[in-house]
C-alpha cells in the first residue's frame, strides 16, 4: 500500500510571498498524483492533477507543482499568495490495482495567508 | 455537468441512533468512494462502489455500510452510532478505471 506524506501540517506565509507545501509518497511504481485544495466547510477541489508527460504541472489558481521521480515526491508551489488561498491542501496519490484506482491521502498542510 | 451531490449537508444525531448518507456522483461516473473526514486522522477511506458491487473497502467496523444503485447513486449508513463518529463524510465520484476523484461538499455529522 502507497503511504503519503505532508510533511508540514500547518505552513503561515505574508501575502504576496511565495510558499512551497511538500509532499512525498512511498513507492516509486507508476502513480497518478493529485492536489486538492479544501475551503472551510467544503468539499475537496482538484488543484491540479499528474498522469504523465511534463513533471511540471499547472493548475488553477496561479498553482504549480513538480514531479520528481527519484525523490518520490509532488511538492505544490505559488510564486505570489493570496489572502483567498487560505485553505487545507491535500496530497493524493493513486495506484493501480486489479479493482480500479486506489487513492491515498495526505493528513493535509494547512495554509494561512497573512495581510 | 452537475457535480457531485450530497444529502443532507447537516445531520445531528445521538449515540445508539443509525444514520443514512446520500450521494448522487456526476451524470455518467460510475464508480463512487466515500470517506470519513476527522481533525485528528484527516482523510480516511471507507469504501468504494462500482456498479453496485463493493470493490475496495478501508479499515472500518461493520458498523459502516455502503451500497450502489442501478443509477451510480450511492448510500452510506452507519448503526449504532457512538461520539467518535461525528465527522464530516466525504463521497467522491470517478469515471470507471479513472485517474481523478471529484468530489461533493460532504454531510457532516455531530453525534451527542
Known amino acids: 500500500a502507497q503511504s503519503v506524506t505532508q510533511l508540514d501540517s500547518q505552513v503561515p506565509v505574508f501575502e504576496e510571498a511565495p510558499v512551497e507545501l511538500r509532499c512525498n509518497y512511498s513507492?516509486?511504481?507508476?502513480?497518478?498524483l493529485f492536489w486538492y485544495v479544501q475551503y472551510p466547510n467544503q468539499g475537496l477541489q482538484l488543484l491540479l492533477k499528474y498522469l504523465s508527460g511534463s513533471t511540471l504541472v499547472k493548475g488553477i489558481n496561479g498553482f504549480e507543482a513538480e514531479f520528481n521521480k527519484s525523490q518520490t515526491s509532488f511538492h505544490l508551489r505559488k510564486p505570489s499568495v493570496h489572502i483567498s488561498d487560505t485553505a487545507e491542501y491535500f496530497c493524493a496519490v493513486s495506484s493501480p490495482t486489479n479493482t480500479g484506482n486506489q487513492f491515498y491521502f495526505g493528513t493535509g498542510t494547512s495554509l494561512t495567508v497573512i495581510p | 455537468k452537475a457535480g457531485v451531490t450530497q444529502t443532507p449537508r447537516y445531520l445531528i444525531k445521538t449515540r445508539g441512533q443509525q444514520v443514512t448518507l446520500s450521494c448522487s456522483p456526476i451524470s455518467g461516473h460510475r464508480s463512487v468512494s466515500w470517506y470519513q473526514q476527522t481533525p485528528g486522522q484527516g482523510l480516511q477511506f471507507l469504501f468504494e462502489?462500482?456498479?453496485?458491487?463493493?470493490?475496495n473497502k478501508g479499515n472500518f467496523p461493520g458498523r459502516f455500510s455502503g451500497r450502489q444503485f442501478s443509477n451510480s447513486r450511492s448510500e452510506m449508513n452507519v448503526s449504532t452510532l457512538e461520539l467518535g463518529d461525528s465527522a464530516l463524510y466525504l463521497c467522491a465520484s470517478s469515471l470507471w478505471a479513472s485517474e481523478t476523484q471529484y468530489f461533493g461538499p460532504g454531510t457532516r455529522l455531530l453525534v451527542l
Open positions: 462502489y462500482f456498479s453496485e458491487t463493493q470493490r
Open positions: 513507492s516509486s511504481v507508476s502513480v497518478y
